[in-house]
């Protein structure tokens, strides 16, 4: 007999709530849950319309089992009940396991002090308890979180920042996973403006090796708040936890429960190891489409959006063929990391009125990386006239002897074209410093190997160019205390202004 998927159940429910509501939601829920329990895949019935009430009374997620086509349905979603997510693969486990910090690492075969862990596929979720940093304006301390993809007792990958050492205190859960791919696809999610609260479209976790395809996100444009009010905001549309091997393919994302002042996100990755995303488009003018933490190598491919990021604690990023665009000029559309390690990678670029990096200074976290533009284009404009900014260096006042030295990244650029757009667009900077809040030396940044090929301008005076540098009211193009000996190498048809 070959396998049903629930298309007739969930056209049968289709038809018994036309309607929709609070009972077809219901109705999906049992279908669903049936599925789940059976180990099922589900398919729906193709190209339907389902208005659906999130249930004051049970608003928890809809679980889902392996694959999950919804067939080009789209979801009409009115939620007056509670902030909730409508689907969920995975959810969090705790089985505790003592490993020695010095195995967690690539290649270290680990069995946990009494062999609590076998030879099937695992995910070992780590975390520090030794406070990694605290964020300005809050009180809480960060802490770190790694995730490590564990075959035949081998570890496959390494952290973000080794935990040997004498001030990690890593604890560790683990979760037996499938090696085979979990599918999450043809989807239109529609939240209606009827909403009072936050409806996400999915939350993964703890999960290995799954595919989101072919999903179109519709959120009203709330517009920026008077004030005195607070919109709806918290967005976590597409919620990843603790997972690893996952893929988002032909993603459209128009707006987010966010504004300006009030964060909210179409995508948030939290603590994910190996993530490829390819064709995205994401707009919302007011707040980056992603927040992530804990993330350990990024691929974007093919994407129009306006923020990759991770606000804490990373390693290794590429993003190839991508347009950056900041549509509404805001200063809070950027390209963000603090906390960063390894290489970040922009290849065949276009930067339309962006920041390609903001090194943010709220973690007091500037740690040793490389930065590499390859063939990329700036469109220059008088908001957004670097590479790379951080507010403020700030005081030394981590307790982590990681975080101790300020590090500012290698910056090697090949092939870079520079469009100035307007006649007021007057000076460009590589790296750029906004406040004089620390004047210690300078860690790391050894290398500034600069390729411009290409400079256009409106105005009429040729545009200052500085390499890097402080530059407030005080400080003005202030150079940095390198630590290191500067390897550099200009090639450029305009002449350069600072350390260089």
């Known amino acids: 007999m070959l396998p049903s998927y629930y298309t007739n159940e969930i056209l049968n429910a289709i038809l018994l709530y036309p309607n929709g509501g609070v009972e077809l939601y219901n109705a999906l829920k049992s279908i669903h849950f049936m599925a789940y329990g059976n180990g099922d895949s589900v398919k729906y019935p193709q190209h339907k319309t389902l208005k659906i009430t999130i249930n004051p009374n049970s608003p928890g997620p809809i679980p889902l089992s392996l ?5 080009y349905c789209k979801f009409e979603v009115t939620n007056t009940a509670a902030e909730t997510t409508l689907f969920s693969l995975g959810e969090a486990t705790n089985n505790s396991v003592s490993i020695e910090k010095s195995q967690l690492r690539k290649n270290e075969k680990v069995y946990g002090s009494n062999h ?11 975390e520090d308890n030794s406070p990694w940093t605290v964020r300005t304006g809050y009180s809480d301390p960060v802490k770190r979180r790694d995730i490590f993809f564990v075959v035949d007792n081998q570890i496959q990958n390494d952290p973000i920042a080794t935990y040997n050492n004498n001030y990690s205190l890593p604890t560790c859960n683990y979760v037996d996973v499938s090696t085979e791919q979990k599918t999450f696809k043809n989807i239109v999610f529609e939240r209606t403006s009827d909403s009072t609260y936050v409806t996400n479209l999915l939350s993964v976790r703890e999960q290995y090796n799954v595919l989101i395809e072919s999903v179109s996100i519709l959120t009203p444009d709330q517009g920026e708040p008077a004030s005195g009010v607070t919109p709806i905001h918290n967005d976590k549309c597409i919620n990843i936890n603790d997972s690893a091997k996952i893929e988002l393919r032909n993603i459209t994302i128009d707006y987010t429960y966010s504004s300006i002042n009030y964060y909210g996100y179409g995508i948030r990755l939290l603590n994910v190891w190996d993530c490829k995303i390819s064709h995205l488009t994401a707009h919302n003018p007011r707040k980056g489409v992603m927040g992530n933490e804990n993330l350990n190598g990024l691929k974007v491919e093919d994407s129009v959006l306006n923020r990759v990021d991770v606000h804490c604690y990373g390693r290794d990023i590429i993003c190839a063929n991508c347009t950056f665009k900041n549509t509404s000029n805001n200063y809070h559309i950027y390209n963000r990391v603090s906390s960063f390690y390894g290489r970040l990678v922009f290849v065949d670029c276009l930067f339309d009125e962006f920041l390609p990096l903001r090194i943010d200074s709220e973690y007091n976290a500037f740690t040793p990386f490389d930065l590499i533009l390859d063939n990329c284009t ?13 507010p403020i260096l700030g005081p030394t006042n981590t307790t982590r002897p990681e975080l101790a030295e300020k590090c500012l990244p290698n910056i090697i650029i090949k092939n870079l074209k520079l469009h100035f757009l307007r006649q007021t667009d007057t000076e460009f900077y590589f790296l750029r410093i906004y406040e004089y809040g620390y004047s210690g030396s300078i860690h790391y940044m050894n290398t500034f190997v600069v390729d411009v090929n290409e400079i256009t301008q409106a105005a ?3 545009v200052t160019i500085y390499d890097f540098c402080y530059t407030d009211q005080v400080h003005v193009n202030t150079p940095l205390n390198l630590v290191e000996p500067l390897r550099q190498n200009i090639n450029m048809i305009r002449h350069i202004v600072g350390n260089s």
């Open 116 to 126: 609590e862990l076998n030879d099937k596929p695992k995910l070992l979720i780590v």
């Open 460 to 462: 009429i005076n040729p």
């Open 67 to 71: 694959n999950t086509d919804f067939n």
């Open 378 to 390: 700036l469109n220059v404009s008088s908001s957004h006239k670097s590479i790379v900014n951080t």
